[in-house]
């Protein structure tokens, strides 16, 4: 996601802050900026790369001794100067800084405007600064606090103020923050790279908290003012690893942003009541979703494998016919696209061209587009006539994980929608599922618990040649992006296959201790899955089961189990894929290999 930088000491913050901004490079930005006090609250940003902020710096020089500064990964409005971080009030007061998603900002700008204040960017986070502006009552620390009672969403905020200069005004929720304590100088930031080439001495902020940083002391404190007496992290790793937030790989790093992803791609998006899907992105398209007579869903890799669980769930929940198709295939086999087809194109960097040329080639012949896409301001996300963005945060590893499921629970916010538009369901049912939705987080937690048995497994079949994901319906659909996983980074062959077709071939292969992955979380289709596994159990497989948890006939019928939580049959996808992309993961470090670019393969495909 953004990253965040504050300095407050005795040298010049523009360089300490432009430094710690070089260090958060990784993590991907498309706009930078700080704001310095000297006097005042001053500002330089700019989209673009942190050496366009520099030139702009090298022009006029923000001077001064304390400042904070950010990269941006647009999520509300375009990469663009005015939406670029730091924001100010109106004033020119406050400057504010934010990583995170303000799910109840359109609300809180209705009201401000509604008083006067003007807002210079479409951004959710400007609504902060005229927010602290409003209700600034002569105590900034006072202010912060009262500010924060009314925005819900994520938030990690670094604040200044003319109104009390010296004072550098932190919180924290749902959005990593530390602070790293200094002499005469202290330091916050998004991430420990950030500040690391200063102090190894720091505090973990948890959520709720806030610190209060000067020159000579931090203060920590909850956001209701209650002192909070917290233990220094002495920071060991060294720059590399911490990039990785202390992770070895970003995989595992971006496996465990999962929950993180999921509440940031559901934000905002379901009514107050958890009754309704909202998604003003659709609104344009939605006498199409209405009136619409088939859907294409066209994507590649493991951008198609989110496709094809959006199927069951779009043909499910909103009953419109639903047909997936690789990209580099979609465009060459003339497909029937009428007004009445909307074309959905997935891509986690948007700039696939394979999916391009398709969305291009849907668009030439008269179908309307939605885009889901991870990169605001993609080439997907400019050309299609509607976007849906996964808030999932910039993914380094080649390996696509936490996009995937953000793109699932995109697709299923989709369908859910569009089930509304057509009224095929109640709104009991649909609240059903939107509670299951917002349980995800918690149980994506619960499922990288299990974490050490799965490498115990893993470690276990690295040295296999071959292996076998097997399942039916939806779970077919997750055994398909578990193989391509594993392939993708352990170079383990491996095969995805309806359970109920081996016997039409492929069982021919499975012999004694052939590693076969089972998944059986669909109740309709259970007792059908179990027959199937019992079939190359028989023939000597060695089967790991996925099920739902206690489910003990599952347990009674394979070697290993490994469970997720009950959630509803629809969204399991969405959980039992991570026991898979964690098999993946530790087989790959198990055979030693590069996890993060694995031979032969690009993060960006842009190439057909
Ligand atoms: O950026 P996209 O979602 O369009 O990328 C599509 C595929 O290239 C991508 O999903 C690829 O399959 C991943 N490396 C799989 O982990």
Redesign the pocket.
Known sequence: MCGIVGYIGDKQAQDVLINGLKKLEYRGYDSAGLAVYNGSVKVNKAKGRIDQLETLLSESPLEGTMGIGHTRWATHGQPSDENSHPHLDQSGKFAVVHNGIIENYLEIKEELMAKGYQFSSETDSEVISHLLADLYNGNLVATVQEAVKKIKGAYALAIISEYDPGKIVTVRFDSPLVIGVGEGENFVGSDIPAILEHTRNVYILENNEMAVLTRDSVEIMTVDGSIVAKDVFRVEWDMVQAEKGGYEHFLIKEIHEQPRAFRDTLASRISEDGRRVVLKELEQGRDLLKEADKIFIV??????HAGIVAKYAMEQLARVPVEVDVASEFRYRNPIITDRTLVIV???????AD?LAALRESKKQGARVLAITNVVGSSVAREADDVIYTWAGPEVS???TK?YTSQLVALYLTALYTAQVRETHSEDEIADLISGLQQLPEQAEAILEQKGQIKAYAEKISSHPSLFFIGRGIDYAVCMEGS??LK?ISYIHSEAYPAGELKHGTLALIEEGVPVVAIATQPEIYEKTISNIVEVKTRGAHVLGVGTEGDRELEKSVDETVFVPKTHPLLAPALSVIPLQLLAYYASVARGNDVDKPRN?A???TVE
């Open positions: 994507a590649c890799g493991t951008s198609y997935i891509s986690q960097s948007g700039e696939t999916t080649v390996a696509s996009a391509l996983k993708e393969l993060k960006s495909v």
